[in-house]
């Protein structure tokens, strides 16, 4: 079964969250999908029991800083998914440095963990995905190689090439299908681990049925095409084994 991810970003009201479980009400696979939010909405989904996650965690548990969640107050509050490293966190909050650390603590709080993953369209230009690639797994994966057992039932990798995210571009299928491949083996091959790989990066309407034809790919991180509910029903309509 592919899973499907809806990342709302810093998008929609109070009223739009209503309006949206309207719409979706009865028309859900309530297993296979996974809410991403933003944090003041996460109960509006939880009282109708959709599986959620935070769009991010702290890298500490507790403490003096002012602004983040904690992933024991989100495990607490009941939610089964973070993201982990989404490309905006890297560019905005310098996530990139945190995210060893926010694993082993999502790890740690029985937190399952989308880990965001993918090139700049210089990298994907010069042929430098796969070392990009490479680089962000071992860094990502540092602080929990005590812990790869533990890995295998909680962490899902997104890649999500940056230069496809809210741009309607996306790779070929031949891409997808080999980066989807070499992210695989990589991880198997280096460190023992058989993880699922979601495809991100402007996945509609448009485009929805050349990626379901890639069979590799186990899932979406889907995010404009998420925030209405009516559009994104008849996207994951086109979902063949969802
Ligand atoms: P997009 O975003 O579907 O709007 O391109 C995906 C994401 O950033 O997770």
């Not at 899973?3 to 297993?31: G, P, R, S, T």
């Not at 909680?154 to 999500?160: K, S």
């Not at 495809?199 to 049925?209: P, T």
């Amino acid at each position: 079964m592919k899973l499907i991810c809806a990342n709302f970003k810093m998008n929609l009201l109070e009223e739009d969250i209503i309006n949206y479980l309207d719409v979706i009400e009865n028309k859900i696979d309530k297993n296979n999908t996974v809410f991403f939010p933003n944090n003041l909405y996460l109960k509006h989904f939880k009282d109708k029991n959709y599986l959620i996650g935070s769009q991010d965690i702290s890298f500490k548990e507790f403490g003096s800083i002012t602004g983040d969640t904690s992933p024991i107050q989100l495990k607490e509050f009941g939610i089964t998914y973070t993201l982990i490293g989404h490309s905006e966190r890297r560019l905005y909050f310098n996530d990139s440095k945190y995210i060893s650390k926010k694993i082993a603590l999502a790890l740690k709080n029985n937190l399952k963990i989308v880990l965001c993953i993918g090139e700049t369209l210089d990298e994907f230009n010069n042929q430098e995905t796969f070392k990009v690639l490479k680089q962000e797994l071992d860094e990502a994966l540092k602080d929990s190689l005590n812990n790869l057992s533990n890995l295998n039932d909680n962490l899902i990798i997104a890649y999500e090439p940056i230069w496809a995210i809210g741009t309607g571009k996306i790779p070929t299928k031949d891409i997808i299908e080999n980066t989807i491949s070499f992210i695989k083996n990589y991880l198997k091959d280096t460190y023992n681990l058989n993880l699922k790989v979601l495809y991100g990066g402007s996945v509609n309407l448009d485009n929805i049925y050349l990626l379901d034809s890639i069979s590799i790919v186990d899932g979406y991180l889907i995010g404009g095409a998420s925030l209405d509910p009516t559009t994104f029903l008849a996207l994951i309509s086109k979902v063949s084994t969802y």
